[in-house]
């Protein structure tokens, strides 16, 4: 008697599951899993504007469009734009967020709630909208940013219209506009450091710089390593940046994957060479995330 | 002296983080041409509100409003409702193939979502559903991060809650609505916050989703406007300023929840 009442408990409480788990994981399968498989197929496609009328006409290409992006100057330039974007505003954006924590932890510091709010302003609000902002801020003749270099000297810049400043312009705008999270989870992790470890240290005679370095440092090691991750991944993402303040310009000097990917797709209609710029973008952002699977061996628990 | 010091540092880095928001307002309240003008202003000497008008009457920003509105809402509710209920059943449930599905939809975190647009687009328009609000809401019906926080949440709910309320005859659905909703309540309010900020936010794919002016969530509308008004500095800050300040003012009321996600998203992993 008692078997059988445990056997259909178990069948009804996993009705009940699937009941449960059915609204979320169907609409993942509809809108996430079937379309990053149709992107792959595609990828192996000629699909483009005569396409879209008639499905008829897709041909199968095999890997012509991987072929394709080769020799494609343009995509190496939006390639080679991205990783210089990543290279640059990474390590600035770390070392941003970092030196704002530790100033933020220090125990002389009061009112640590209005700093801690104004850092991070910038990076709750809209992407699109500060964008703009920016790109008046950027202004050769009336902007801001000109007008205060001139305190110190600086001759007007034309930031956005100069194909070597551009690029570093942006990646200006993106640290002013994401240092505040990454400090967030850098004070969160300053905070996890044992004290008795610094009272050690400072009954052996250890310097406060001292102290960071063979305290701090390592301890943070994990922590840097989660943000160095997530910061290389939505950073390979860049678009609407270069979309709203340089459309891709100067020669084409800020033109990012996405953004050729969003051209290529969805301005010409060239969606399985723009599926191709998708799985190569896809691929960039997984090895970086199965450097840090290896690095946590864990993810889960 | 070494507090003074640190103290105007602190003082002059965060006017430096707030000075790019006083400017946009401060040019919002100006008429044409005013913002264009060397030295720059950052108050301006008469206050007007034309840019506003402007965008109410002639740009339709209150439609892009609504629009930016509605979608945030509806993608907020939805979410958190299909999200709790997955998270509450793999943290609580055992069935069939669980932490099978649970690593397959871990995928879903890894793969950038630009790669589903191209897809997502093509099956979207073969059932007419590009250009409506559905195209917007469908992608943000559930996801993976927001099913995780809710599970690692019920993981630390106590087993003899719910088995006291299986006693007392609630049924399953009873169990989540009435014990399980209650005690993840935080991070709910965490997740909502996320996913209302996330979807007002959101570009790339309202840009590609969106056809038609008047469904246009406000990035979309802004970015229109900046492609066509390169030269009106002032009716651009006021259209950022509608754009930017609702953010920011949920954000102030919530703090402490977004905080504290930030912080449980990153010691998880």
Known sequence: MSKTKKTKDYKSSS????????????????????????????????????????????????????????????????????????????????????????????????????????????????????????????????????????????????????????????????????????????????????EDLYEAASIEGAGGWQQFK??????????????SIVTIVGYFQLFAEPYIMTQGGPLNKTLSIVGYMYNEGFRWWNMGYSASISFVLFFIILIVTVIQFKQQKNPLS | MKKVLLYTFLIITSAITLIPFIWMISASFMADGKASVYPPVFFPADIVIEQYNHLLTRLNAARSFFNSFFLSTVVTLVSLFFNSMAGYAFAKYRFKGRNKLFSLLLINMIVPSQVTMLPLFLMLKSVGLINTYFAIIVTGLANIFGIFLIRQHCLTIPDSLIEAAKMDGATDFQIYRKVILPLALPVLVTLGLFSFLGTWNDFLWPLIALTDESMYTLPVALSSLMLEHTRDPELMMAGSVITIIPVIVVFLVLQRYYIRGVMMGSVKE
């Not at chain 1, 063979?214 to 943000?227: E, K, R, W």
């Open chain 1, 214 to 227: 063979s305290i701090t440092l390592p301890m943070l090691a994990p922590t840097t390593l989660f943000i």
């Open chain 1, 15 to 194: 009705t009940a599951a699937y009941f449960f788990i059915g609204p979320a994981v169907i609409s993942i399968f509809i809108f996430f899993f079937i379309p990053v498989i149709a992107a792959f197929v595609m990828s192996f496609t000629d699909f483009d504007i005569y396409a879209l009328g008639s499905f008829d006409t897709v041909r199968f290409v095999w890997f012509n469009n991987y072929l394709r992006l080769f020799d494609d100057p343009l995509f190496w330039q939006s390639l080679l734009n991205t990783c210089y974007y990543v290279v640059l505003a990474t390590p600035l954006s770390i070392l941003v967020s970092l030196s704002a924590a530790l100033l933020l932890n220090a125990k002389l510091v009061k009112l640590k709630g209005i700093f801690r709010l104004s850092y991070f302003i910038p990076y709750v609000t809209t992407l699109v909208a500060v964008a703009i902002v920016w790109r008046f801020i950027y202004h050769p003749k009336f902007g801001i940013l000109n007008y205060f270099l001139g305190f110190f000297g600086i001759n007007p810049v034309d930031w956005l219209g100069d194909p070597n400043l551009a690029m570093p312009a942006i990646v200006l705008m993106s640290v002013w506009k994401n240092f505040g999270y990454y400090m967030i989870i850098f004070i969160a992790g300053l905070q996890n450091i044992p």
